[in-house]
């Protein structure tokens, strides 16, 4: 069976400390300007025109609807197709956080794998843009993209953004790895300041390794996005305003942001590296729903969980687990840290519990072994986990 590894991402510019995803910009910047604005006046078109239906239409019936009429603006076939995609998940997103008709504003345009060219010796990408025309972008940091591109990996999908008086390029590549054949089952617990893990043997069930992965990233990011709402709370609606108010808050904004990133890349980079030394299957919690529970139940529980950015965390530990094939499923959570895997379990206190052994040990263990059998029951009747162990009855 072969897994499809996909990862996205910029590149960085030569002779930089810094990181800056990014493009050179063309002799002549107007059609590719003329393009982008084309593009997001043609999604919001769409979205204007959808917005009131009771159903959002099918990509078939948008075809329908709008092909004719975007090829007439000078797009060409797959500028059209990736537009009414892009304009259904917009509507579909928004309605389904029951938020406002969205306007758009940033210039940014997805395109299909057949409206660019890439020459990477020479280091330019050519962009398909209105009218049959191609303008070339001189991208940066060619040295990490060839790195990957003789790896195996084949560019697929691309954005183009318009910031800053500047072009940005994020490019996703994808490769196909051939899957290996778990010797063990990994259960992750996420939490906000670190990730537990229970790997267990495939055959008899027992404790490999365990371990916590302790990090400090989402609790940073906490308190600098504290501090960028005290300033807003301060200062009232008139921080707007105010240059400096602005760059402060969208400083530690951003700051807020890269940690959360740098951390979610650390700890998967850790995880995926044990399940790699022990050929784990990794389950992971299926958290869908998680931040709406937290805002009915606690406030400062639901601000809590702002930055707790489990779906990025999750994701990044799927695309790194791809790349070395191993498999990543998805199991329910409701009451894992609760369940004992062995028996009835005394609670010291919220964190601490003991095990019918006799050994002592918190709830994020206890919940990451659940999530492991869990596993187990999943896979139970392929090949290599016959006979694996049954996870524990679960209360409600």
């Not at 191609?134 to 954005?159: D, H, S």
């Not at 008086?165 to 089952?185: A, C, I, N, S």
């Not at 700890?267 to 992971?284: F, H, Q």
């Not at 950015?309 to 070395?324: C, D, S, T, V």
Request: charged share 30%.
């Amino acid at each position: 069976m072969l897994l499809s590894a996909r990862m996205a991402g910029g590149w960085r510019d030569e002779g930089q400390s810094h990181r800056r995803n990014g493009c050179g910009g063309p002799p002549n910047p107007q059609p590719l300007l003329d393009f982008l604005k084309a593009y997001r006046d043609a999604v919001q078109y769409i979205v204007d025109t959808i917005w009131g239906l009771d159903r959002v239409p099918s990509v078939r019936q948008l075809h329908e609807m709008f092909y004719r009429e975007l090829r007439g603006w000078g797009f060409r076939a797959h500028h059209v197709s990736e537009i009414y995609k892009r304009a259904k998940e917009i509507v579909k997103a928004v309605k389904k956080n029951g938020g406002r008709k969205p306007i758009l504003r940033r210039l940014t345009a997805r395109l299909h794998s057949y409206e660019y060219r890439l020459d990477v010796e020479r280091g330019v990408l050519k962009v398909a843009v209105l009218h049959g025309g191609w303008v070339e972008l001189r991208l940066r940091g060619m040295r990490r993209l060839k790195r990957f591109l003789a790896e195996g990996w084949r560019p697929k999908e691309l954005l183009v953004s318009h910031r800053n008086d500047g072009f940005k390029v994020y490019m996703t590549l994808e490769r196909e790895v051939e899957e290996r054949k778990p010797r063990t089952v990994m259960g992750v617990d996420v939490n906000l300041g670190n990730v537990s893990y229970v790997v267990l043997d495939a055959e008899s069930g027992r404790i490999v390794t365990a371990g916590v992965t302790v990090f400090k990233g989402f609790k940073r990011a906490l308190r600098l996005r504290k501090m960028a709402e005290s300033l807003q709370k301060r200062l009232g609606r008139h921080w707007r305003f105010m240059k400096w108010s602005r760059k402060v808050y969208k400083r530690r904004m951003s700051r807020a942001r890269s940690i959360v990133n740098d951390t979610a890349h650390f700890a998967a980079k850790k995880l995926v590296g044990i399940a790699d030394r022990y050929g784990s299957l990794i389950v992971l919690e299926n958290l869908k729903g998680l931040k709406m529970c937290a805002s009915e139940e606690n406030s400062r529980l639901a601000w809590l969980f702002t930055q707790l950015a489990y779906r990025r965390l999750q994701g990044f530990i799927e695309y790194k687990a791809a790349w070395r094939g191993l498999k990543t499923i998805y199991v329910p959570a409701k009451s894992t840290s609760k369940a004992s895997p062995q028996g009835k379990v005394k609670k010291l206190n919220y964190r601490w519990m003991v095990l019918p052994n006799g050994v002592a040990t918190t709830r994020d263990i206890v919940a990451a072994w659940n999530l492991a059998l869990k596993g187990f029951t999943r896979m139970r009747g392929s090949r290599g986990f016959r006979g694996a162990p049954k996870a524990p009855a679960v209360r409600g």
